[in-house]
């Protein structure tokens, strides 16, 4: 016991003088490896990091009452506007199902397109554990209309029928793809105008603020969004997500909706300061403006390989292509990606902040030397 308090003491120490801390846990992964697969495979942006430490030592009051926390709420007012309420959370699936679950009654149903993440890779979330109904939407690029809405917006009063009560869209899309401010606009409108709440799945949306060159309250706030998942470890951060109110009318109290679905945490310091460390500066768009950029050059570089085709609109950080099936196994054992489409044969390819010019280059080669063997 007497060797573990010298030691508890001297990493103290180590840490308030700048010192590296002994830890006992051994790197077991190559630091200088890529992959192409998720920009969830991305570590932690070393400001992120740095903040995180910050925000370490000394004794703070949990679950959300600590300062940190409290100073998010004005920095998410100064992206969203003054009525903006922030709820950090563990993760984009808890996110979504908190958000939803605050804005349906238990007879309530969501309309969101096919390909939605909360219809496609929640594992059944929003169902099991919001007890929802998802009203899916075939769409040609992940993207809602108010022609592709009305599809689902039907059935108001009918007894039979799980009530429409929200829409839901992702911005930017699983597909890649983004809304422009007008699109989102008419659609929550139209939603507005059939008495349905908006609610947007932004795991990516500072990768779709930085393509559009606007502020992300252009596409929310603005245009008449009423609630938000905010992403963040999509865009460098160890860990959480934020559900935003941007119209706290007709917004149930979320506060017991996240403790009831297990995303309360207890050290939410440690997540709010990721958050105050991406969106008080410029952290947030030089990260996903960096993604976006190394997609385009992805895209560029294999648009010259033969045999090689981009199926879909390069828009943020996301490539899809097509190429032959063989070929996209053995690359898969050089670089991590993901296929999209198992019957097509479709690969979808993600850049991170931390992809660099060389990685996509050397990927971009090995993608040719593959093609030609």
Known sequence: MTDQNDQNTENARNTENGAAPH???????????????????AGVHPEVLAAIALANGGHQVSYGADVYTQALQEVFRAHFGPAAEVFPVFNGTGANVTALQAVTERWGAVICADSAHINTDECGAPERMGGLKLLTVPTPDGKLTPGLIDRQAYGLDDEHR?????????QS????????????????????????????????????????????????????????????????LLLGECVVVLRPEGVRSIRYLRKMSMQLASKMRFVSVQ????????????????????????????????????????????????????????LQKRYRFYFWNEATGEVRWMCSFDTT????????AAIAEEMAA
């Open 23 to 41: 830890t006992d846990a051994v790197r077991r992964h190559d630091p200088q490896m890529r992959g192409f697969a998720s920009d969830n495979y």
């Open 162 to 170: 799980a009530q429409p009560q929200v829409l839901s869209i992702t």
């Open 173 to 236: 899309t699983e597909l890649g793809t983004l809304y422009t401010p007008e699109e989102i606009t008419a659609i929550c409108d139209h939603a507005h105008e059939l008495g349905l709440t908006v609610h947007m799945d932004g795991s990516r949306i500072a990768n779709a603020a930085a393509a559009l060159g606007v502020p992300m309250a252009r596409f929310t706030t603005d245009a008449g969004v009423d609630l938000l998942s905010f992403g963040g470890t999509k865009n460098g």
């Open 275 to 330: 958050f105050e460390a991406l969106l008080a500066g410029d952290l947030w768009l030089r990260s996903a403006a960096h993604a976006n950029a190394m997609a385009r050059r992805l895209e560029q570089a294999v648009r010259g390989i033969d045999g090689v085709s981009v199926v879909r609109p390069v828009q943020a950080n996301a490539v899809f292509a097509l190429l032959p099936r063989e070929v996209s196994e053995r």
């Open 357 to 364: 010019e060389a990685d996509v280059d050397g990927f971009a």
